[in-house]
């Protein structure tokens, strides 16, 4: 579940902006998952250097609706650019590199995606609910999701269970996010054995962004999880046929997502940085007031992320 707080602030004839987003997450040294939320803030590059994105990640530390931090993320902060420097200068620690990736669905050509299902599955698709016929193993297949790398973040992916993929379908909902899912099931068990899914938000009617793909372990080595990305490729193409740019991110060290990727038509555009701090060390460089509570290390972690470009 999420819950978004934005603030917009004047400078001369400039207006910057952040927003504040609550999800869940777990992270080490907690056995359960645990509220976490993502900030953003930034100003255009003629606004750079004069503090806007400081006095932005100040007041929205210190206003934060989420309260019990411990941790504060940045992410997808460019490599060598200023996002880079003004995270290091407030005493973030890189701990993940990450690939940005864009397909240009009219520069592709469409036989890339023309990839047969393997002997023994079958294709089943759903936007929004999965049917209650699969969401058990559904579920259970997204969990493998937590064999992606994740290099040295604090964050991890949430244990999957039928009430959470409920609950994650009703927030998509109610932001107004199509949610498609395109999955292979292994017909001698009626299982779902891999996914991958797509998201097109409110306000970006050309552009769609892939999320998760995941392939069970015992089923992996099959090209399951090229065959369903280019299952939804194809939907795309017949049902939004105006949308123009799929964009995703990948791990830096996920050679093999990497180039299944590049197989379907994706080029990677940038890499991307994400870096972590402590919320009190981060608090008092940057003078904000002690609003939000940071508990002692001997209890339950939660994160704000932020992104910095």
Avoid at 226 to 255: C, F, Q, Y
């Amino acid at each position: 579940m999420s819950l978004v707080t934005d603030w917009s602030f004047t400078y001369g004839l400039a207006t910057a902006h952040a927003y504040l987003t609550a999800f869940d997450s777990t992270v080490p040294s907690s056995p359960t998952a645990t509220a976490g939320a993502t900030a953003a803030s930034g100003a255009t590059a003629k606004l750079r250097r004069q503090g806007i994105g400081t006095a932005l990640l100040r007041r929205a530390l210190s206003e934060s609706p989420v309260a019990g931090r411990e941790l504060v993320v940045g992410r997808g902060v460019t490599a060598g650019g200023d996002g880079e420097h003004w995270i290091r200068a407030l005493g973030f620690t890189v701990v993940q590199r990450v690939a940005l990736q864009v397909l240009r669905v009219p520069e592709v050509d469409p036989a890339l995606w023309e990839v047969p299902v393997p002997p023994g599955h079958r294709l089943e698709r759903w936007t929004g609910a999965a049917p209650g016929t699969l969401v058990e193993s559904y579920a259970r297949a997204r969990g493998a999701i937590h064999d992606a790398p994740t290099g040295d973040s604090s964050y991890r992916h949430p244990h999957w269970s039928v009430p959470r993929v409920r609950q994650a379908e009703h927030d998509a909902r109610r932001r107004g996010v199509e949610h498609w899912t395109v999955v292979i099931v292994h017909e001698a068990s009626d299982a779902v054995v891999g996914l991958t899914e797509l998201e097109i938000f409110p306000g970006m009617p050309d552009t769609a962004v892939q999320q998760d793909t995941a392939v069970v372990p015992g089923h992996r080595g099959r090209g399951l999880g090229r065959t369903v990305k280019a299952a939804m490729m194809r939907r795309l193409l017949a049902e939004r046929p105006e949308i123009g740019l799929v964009v995703t991110n990948v791990d830096a060290s996920n050679d093999y997502m990497t180039r299944l990727n590049h197989q379907l038509g994706y080029v990677t555009t940038r890499t991307m940085l994400t870096a972590e701090a402590a919320c009190g060390a981060l608090e008092s460089r940057l003078g904000a007031p002690r609003r939000i509570h940071c508990p002692a290390a001997d209890t339950d972690h939660g994160m704000i992320a932020g992104r910095a470009r």
